[in-house]
C-alpha cells in the first residue's frame, strides 16, 4: 500500500470510529508498529489527527487525560445538573437497592430522594456523608481514597462490591461516544464504575451534555448498555438514539 493511500484510510478509519488504538491500525493495515506510530506523527503535524498516548482520535473529539477537582466540576453546568439529577431521582422507587456512583450530578441527586425505604451503596464519601445525614441505610465499599474526584477506589473497593445486587443505578462520565461509549481518565475508577453497573439492572449515565462525543483514557461501559439522562442535546447524531432521555 502507497504511503498517500494508507494515510488517507487512517484518516478515514480514525473519523468513522472517532478514535483507534496503533495496534487496532496496525492489523487492518497490515503495517509495522513503527510504519504506524510514523503515520499519526505525521497526520497529528498537519492537524488531520489528534496523537494521543497508544493511538489517535478524530479532530473533533475533545480527549481528557485527567479528572477536573469535584470543586471545578461543582460550578459547571450547575442548571442543567439540577435537572438531570431531579428527573434521576424521580424514576428510583421505594425499597429499590440503589448504586450512586462517585460525581457531582449524583450528589445533586440526594436533594431530591425523599423515601427513606431505599439503601444505598456509593464510593463518593461526600455522597455517603449527605445521605447518611438525610437519614438513609448507606453502606460505602472500602479502598483507596481518590482526593480530586471524593471517591473511593482500587481492587478492594470493587472485591467488595461482589457481593452487592442492585435494581437500579447512576454514574457519571467524562466522555460519552457513539462508537467507544462511556470513559473516564483514571483506570482505577472505569474499574469501580464498570464493576458496580456489572452488578446492577437499571443503568443509567447521568450527564450535562457537554460530555457528548468527547472521549477519555479509559472506557467502562459500551454505549448501548446504559441509558443517558441529559439535557440540551445539540449533537445530532444523538438525537435519534433510542438510550437517550433528554430532560
Not at 439540577?82 to 448504586?99: L, N
Not at 482505577?188 to 453497573?197: G, Q, V, Y
Request: charged share 30%.
Amino acid at each position: 500500500m502507497l504511503t498517500d493511500e494508507r494515510l488517507n484510510r487512517i484518516v478515514s478509519i480514525i473519523e468513522d470510529k472517532h478514535s483507534v488504538t496503533v495496534q487496532e491500525l496496525m492489523k487492518t493495515l497490515d503495517a509495522s508498529e513503527s510504519t504506524i506510530r510514523r503515520d499519526l506523527n505525521s497526520l497529528d503535524a498537519e492537524k488531520k489527527i489528534k496523537r494521543v498516548f497508544g493511538g489517535a482520535v478524530a479532530v473533533d473529539v475533545v480527549f481528557h487525560s485527567k479528572d477536573d477537582s469535584v470543586l471545578i466540576r461543582k460550578q459547571q453546568n450547575i442548571e442543567d445538573k439540577m435537572k438531570i439529577a431531579q428527573y434521576a431521582a424521580s424514576i428510583i422507587q421505594p425499597d429499590d437497592f440503589v448504586y450512586l456512583d462517585a460525581g457531582t450530578t449524583t450528589e445533586l441527586m440526594i436533594d431530591f430522594i425523599t423515601d427513606k425505604s431505599i439503601t444505598f451503596v456509593t464510593n463518593g464519601f461526600s455522597l455517603a456523608k449527605k445521605l447518611s445525614q438525610a437519614g438513609f441505610l448507606t453502606y460505602m465499599p472500602g479502598g483507596e481514597v481518590k482526593y480530586p474526584t471524593e471517591a473511593i477506589v482500587g481492587e478492594e473497593a470493587v472485591e467488595s462490591l461482589s457481593k452487592y445486587n442492585f435494581t437500579i443505578g447512576f454514574w457519571g462520565t467524562n466522555g460519552i461516544d457513539l462508537n467507544n461509549g462511556f470513559s473516564t481518565p483514571d483506570v482505577k475508577e472505569a474499574l469501580i464504575k464498570k464493576a458496580s453497573m456489572k452488578r446492577t439492572e437499571r443503568r443509567y449515565i447521568v450527564s450535562d451534555s457537554s460530555k457528548f462525543s468527547e472521549l477519555s483514557c479509559v472506557n467502562f461501559c459500551s454505549f448501548d448498555n446504559a441509558v443517558v439522562i441529559t439535557t440540551n442535546l445539540k449533537d445530532k447524531k444523538y438525537k435519534q438514539c433510542k438510550n437517550i432521555t433528554e430532560v
